[in-house]
């Protein structure tokens, strides 16, 4: 089955400052990549997400990467804010499949 | 249009109890999908459910089962119950299957004594 590798556990930033989260995937099959945002007490809720037809895709602050042959994709936020602190889960989910394989997560914690 | 709704949102329980959980998905969507939710092992698949139907079930014991009604509502049981089943259990639903598009709710937060 598919199997899904995020890095880093926790990442600490500036307010201002850009970050980046990586996500391995295993199974080349795989063609649909969400990104979801957990924030303290909530449930997960979708923020973006990119098909494996497309290499980008931004929406404001926010863009996700493809790359199919390396097998991996990744969230970019710019000019984070305190209020991007959270918990950010990527996840794929194979052709024919019905059920997203998610990473472990990673806490993002932006300092004002 | 409201949310997914999960009730209750926190219970206490004690070793060998059972509990219930329910969840009410957005109005339309048809697929029910389960996850607990732990520090160390992120989110976890329980089961998932489309007319009425377990189409797919994660890796847990048989202890952990569920169920969907004609309304497209879900509830999931817990029996005999340890204390690593204590978690964060959230529902998801979606307008279909396969769509890779989840809907949360907010959890049940489950602490087992």
């Known amino acids: 089955g598919e199997n899904v590798e995020q890095h880093p556990s926790t990442l600490s930033v500036q307010e201002g400052d850009s970050a980046v989260i990586k996500c391995t995937y295993s199974d080349s099959a795989s063609n649909y990549f969400p990104w979801y945002k957990q924030e303290l007490g909530k449930g997960p809720q979708l923020i973006i997400d990119i098909r494996s037809n497309v290499g980008e895709k931004k929406d404001q602050r926010i863009a996700v990467t493809l790359n199919k042959t390396a097998k991996h994709f990744s969230l970019h936020i710019t000019e984070t804010q305190p209020e991007d602190s959270a918990v950010y889960f990527c996840a794929a989910l194979g052709r024919g499949s019905y059920i997203p394989t998610f990473g472990r997560g990673t806490s993002l914690i932006v300092h004002p | 249009k409201a949310g997914v709704t999960q009730t209750p949102r926190y219970l206490i329980k004690t070793r060998g109890q059972q509990v219930t959980l329910s969840c009410s998905p957005i109005?339309?969507?048809?697929?029910v999908s389960w996850y607990q939710q732990t520090p160390g092992q992120g989110l976890q698949f329980l089961f998932e459910?489309?007319?009425?139907?377990?189409?797919n079930k994660g890796n847990f014991p048989g202890r952990f089962s569920g169920r969907q009604f004609s309304n497209s509502r879900s509830e999931m049981n817990v029996s005999t119950l340890e204390l690593g089943d204590s978690a964060l259990y959230l529902c998801?639903?979606?307008?279909?299957?396969?769509?890779?598009?989840?809907?949360f709710g907010e959890g049940s937060r489950l602490t087992v004594l």
């Open positions: 109005s339309g969507h048809r697929s």
């Open positions: 998801a639903s979606s307008p279909d299957r396969g769509t890779g598009e989840l809907f």
């Open positions: 459910y489309f007319s009425e139907t377990q189409r």
